[in-house]
C-alpha cells in the first residue's frame, strides 16, 4: 500500500526553537505538499514541490523554509518557532492530477 | 483563481438517511475534481474523483458526477452509516503543467451521522 509517512504525531517544542518536520513517500511522485489546518481556516498551503531541489512558496510561506534532496523526503522548517504556528501539520504527495496521498498529521504544540 | 464553494455545515442525520454535499468551482480550464474524508485525529484519505465532463467518481456507496454546465460535483450516498461521521473535503487540481498540480480545497463539510 502507498504510504506518506510523517516522522511524528505529536510535537511539543518551545518557543524560539528551529524545529524540523519530516515527511516520506514511497510512490517515486514529484509533487510534494506541506499544509497547515486550522479551525475554521481550513487547509493552507505552506509551500510545495515538484522535483527534487526544487521548491515554490504557497500562500502562507512566512516563518517557514522547506527542503528537498531527495525525491522521497520532504522537510518543512520552522526558523524559530512561534505559539501561533500551533497547527496541525500535513504532508502530501501526488502524482500530475491522481489526487494527492496524505500522511496521518504532526500535531505541533509550540509552547 | 480557482475556488471551490462547498456547503456549509456541520450537517447532522440519521443512520440510513440520504447524504447530499453540495460543491461548486471555479476554474480556468479543465481541472480535475476530488473528495476526500478526515476521520478525527487522521490526515485525508482520496475518496473519489472525476478527471472529464460527465464523469462519475464512486467508493464506498459514495458517488458524484463531474457537472461542467454547472461547475459542480456533489458528493451523494444512499444510506449513511455512523461510520461516515466525518469531515468531507472537496477540491479541485488545475492542469498537470501548472504549479505541480497543486490543488484548490473547500473549506470542508462536517457530517454526524446518529444511530
Known amino acids: 500500500d502507498v504510504k506518506v509517512t510523517q516522522s511524528s504525531r505529536y510535537l511539543v517544542k518551545r518557543t524560539g526553537e528551529k524545529v524540523f518536520l519530516e515527511c516520506v513517500q514511497d510512490m517515486d511522485h514529484e509533487n510534494m505538499f506541506w499544509y497547515r489546518q486550522d479551525p475554521g481556516l481550513g487547509l493552507r498551503l505552506i509551500y510545495f514541490?515538484?522535483?527534487?531541489?526544487?521548491?515554490e512558496k504557497g500562500d502562507i510561506p512566512e516563518g517557514y523554509s522547506v527542503s528537498r534532496e531527495k525525491k522521497e523526503r520532504f522537510s518543512l522548517i520552522l526558523e524559530s518557532a512561534s505559539t501561533n504556528q500551533t497547527s496541525m501539520y500535513l504532508c502530501?504527495?501526488?502524482?500530475?492530477?491522481?489526487?494527492?496521498?496524505f500522511g496521518s498529521g504532526t500535531r505541533l504544540t509550540v509552547v | 483563481g480557482n475556488s471551490v464553494t462547498q456547503m456549509e455545515g456541520p450537517v447532522t442525520l440519521s443512520e440510513e438517511a440520504f447524504l447530499t454535499i453540495n460543491c461548486t468551482y471555479t476554474?480556468?480550464?479543465?481541472?480535475?475534481l476530488f473528495w476526500y474524508v478526515q476521520y478525527p485525529g487522521e490526515g485525508l484519505q482520496l475518496l473519489l474523483k472525476a478527471t472529464k465532463a460527465d464523469d462519475k467518481g464512486s467508493n464506498k456507496g459514495f458517488e458524484a458526477t463531474y457537472r461542467k454546465e454547472t461547475t459542480s460535483f456533489h458528493l451523494e450516498k444512499g444510506s449513511v452509516q455512523v461510520s461516515d461521521s466525518a469531515v468531507y473535503f472537496c477540491?479541485?487540481?488545475?492542469?498537470?503543467?501548472?504549479?505541480?498540480?497543486?490543488?484548490?480545497f473547500g473549506d470542508g463539510t462536517t457530517l454526524t451521522v446518529k444511530p
Open positions: 477540491a479541485l487540481s488545475a492542469d498537470p503543467g501548472a504549479n505541480a498540480g497543486k490543488s484548490t
Open positions: 514541490s515538484y522535483d527534487v531541489k526544487m521548491k
Open positions: 502530501a504527495s501526488s502524482f500530475v492530477q491522481y489526487g494527492y496521498t
Open positions: 476554474a480556468t480550464g479543465y481541472p480535475s
